[in-house]
T-cell receptor, first 118, second 115 residues
Framework: DTGVSQDPRHKITKRGQNVTFRCDPI?????LYWYRQTLGQGPEFLTY????????KSRLLSDRFSAERPKGSFSTLEIQRTEQGDSAMYLC????????????????FGSGTRLTVV | GENVEQHPSTLSVQEGDSAVIKCTYS??????FPWYKQELGKRPQLIID?????GEKKDQRIAVTLNKTAKHFSLHITETQPEDSAVYFC??????????????FGQGTILTVHP
């Protein structure tokens, strides 16, 4: 397990369709984060998990977005009824939180899933 | 919540010159500040970080400084090379409540190093 894996790398979908992305974090990492990045912008926080618990969800996140991490390992991010404004790069990152301290190497990012809604 | 502002949005330098990127943050409780480099089409990668109990950290041609009082931190790249060309993001780590450990990112700086 050498890094964070995301699948698929690219997704083109028609407006109104549902899409699901998968993230496999570094196996020993207990924290998993989802971010969205549009061209020319920094990563924007969507949600995160510690083990299987979803601890925070961005207030900017529509109800069409849902994420799960059922066994505290991989995570899925689903977008229902996609809109053109959902087109972006969806980044997953993981980190290790021990005794309320985050390892000094911070996040490890996956390569992202690029979503294009047509 | 935390808010991170990053400047400039674009920076163009000649090879060999120095480059400085600055960030400010809003939450005085934030305690960890990483910098990421993102090349076109690739994932963000951590290049250097600093904790709030340190004022400066250096790693070869890259250094980061932190001013907790003013709530700003900066990335310094010396002797720039064309391969330094990329988008650089600063971030601040939340230090309270359920947001502990979450990174808030700046908007990014596109650095171009001309040969």
């Amino acid at each position: 397990d050498t890094g964070v894996s995301q699948d698929p790398r690219h997704k083109i979908t028609k407006r109104g369709q549902n899409v699901t992305f998968r993230c496999d974090p570094i196996s020993e990492h207990n924290r998993l984060y989802w971010y969205r990045q549009t061209l020319g912008q920094g990563p924007e926080f969507l949600t995160y998990f510690q083990n299987e618990a979803q601890l925070e969800k961005s207030r900017l996140l529509s109800d069409r977005f849902s994420a799960e991490r059922p066994k505290g390992s991989f995570s899925t991010l689903e977008i229902q009824r996609t809109e053109q404004g959902d087109s972006a790069m969806y980044l997953c990152a993981s980190s290790l939180m021990l005794w309320a301290e985050v390892r000094e190497n911070g996040y490890t990012f996956g390569s992202g899933t690029r979503l294009t809604v047509v | 919540g935390e808010n991170v502002e990053q400047h400039p949005s674009t920076l163009s330098v000649q090879e060999g010159d120095s480059a400085v990127i600055k960030c400010t943050y809003s939450d005085s409780a934030s305690n960890y500040f990483p910098w990421y480099k993102q090349e076109l089409g690739k994932r963000p990668q951590l290049i250097i970080d600093i904790r709030s109990n340190v004022g400066e950290k250096k790693d070869q041609r890259i250094a980061v400084t932190l001013n907790k009082t003013a709530k700003h931190f900066s990335l310094h790249i010396t002797e720039t090379q064309p391969e330094d060309s990329a988008v650089y993001f600063c971030a601040a780590r939340n230090a309270g409540g359920t947001s502990y450990g979450k990174l808030t990112f700046g908007q990014g700086t596109i650095l171009t190093v001309h040969p």
